[in-house]
């Protein structure tokens, strides 16, 4: 049995520092790996990934991650990346990672809305270009699932693949919050699971059209639901 700790949106900063340190001694004494599906940082500044960084540094389980929009807020993003993964978070954006019959692909994902009121890439540039970021995201987490030969794939996401999950949002922004295209892939690949945050009080779980469950594990939705643990322990 593998037992998986999923969290998102932890917003982490210089004044958050012991709540931090904390929350990752606690995923770590009850899972065999961490996963942080985006919004690591506040502002994505360097320094507040220099306090996410000195945290995970007491995990004593393999960490594996991607970025959120909040991580790419002040451009910094690529230092963010590099501070990670020189402390040895296995970020999954480019690369796919296995750790024992679970295998992880990830990629941040980006908005366009849910099933028939999906935003389509018609009109002008501008709408097209919106579209695309979303459809070169979904590519890449096809490519990385596809080179995955593990018996359990774990997809990680920032923005949400389903519209179950973000119920509970303004209806006005369900349509940043996600895009149903980013399912695509947990459906054609028999994903075991998949991961994302971004929507801070939606829906803790959903599926896809044919069953992949689906979880959301932003940090504010944790704690409404227990505050006692606020990440999802998922057991494989």
Not at 98 to 107: L, S
Not at 202 to 213: K, L, M
Request: with cysteine.
């Amino acid at each position: 049995m593998t037992r998986l700790a999923a969290v998102a949106d932890v917003h982490v900063n210089e004044s958050s520092r012991a709540d931090w340190r904390e929350l990752v001694d606690r995923m770590s004494a009850l899972a065999d790996v961490l996963i942080l599906a985006g919004d690591l940082t506040n502002r994505g500044l360097p320094r507040e990934a220099e306090v996410l960084v000195e945290g995970l540094s007491h995990a004593r389980i393999p960490v594996v991650g991607i970025l959120g929009n909040h991580d790419f807020e002040s451009g910094q993003q690529d230092q963010i990346l590099r501070l990670l993964c020189d402390a040895g978070t296995v970020m999954l954006d480019e690369e796919p990672h296995e750790v024992g019959d679970v295998g992880f692909a990830g990629v941040k994902g980006f908005c366009g809305g849910f099933d028939q009121h999906a935003l389509a890439p018609f009109g002008e540039d501008a709408i097209k270009q919106f579209v695309r970021e979303t459809v070169d995201d979904t590519l890449r987490l096809e490519s990385g699932l596809s080179r995955l030969r593990t018996r359990h794939k774990i997809v990680v996401l920032h923005y949400a693949p389903i519209r179950r999950t973000v119920e509970g949002e303004p209806l006005e922004i369900y349509p940043f919050l996600g895009s149903s295209r980013l399912a695509d892939p947990l459906d054609h690949f028999d994903v075991t699971a998949a991961f994302h945050g971004h929507a801070h009080h939606g829906s803790p779980e959903g599926a896809t059209s044919r069953g992949v469950p689906v979880y959301n594990v932003a940090l504010p939705l944790m704690r409404e639901l227990d505050p006692g643990r606020p990440f999802r322990i998922l057991e494989l």
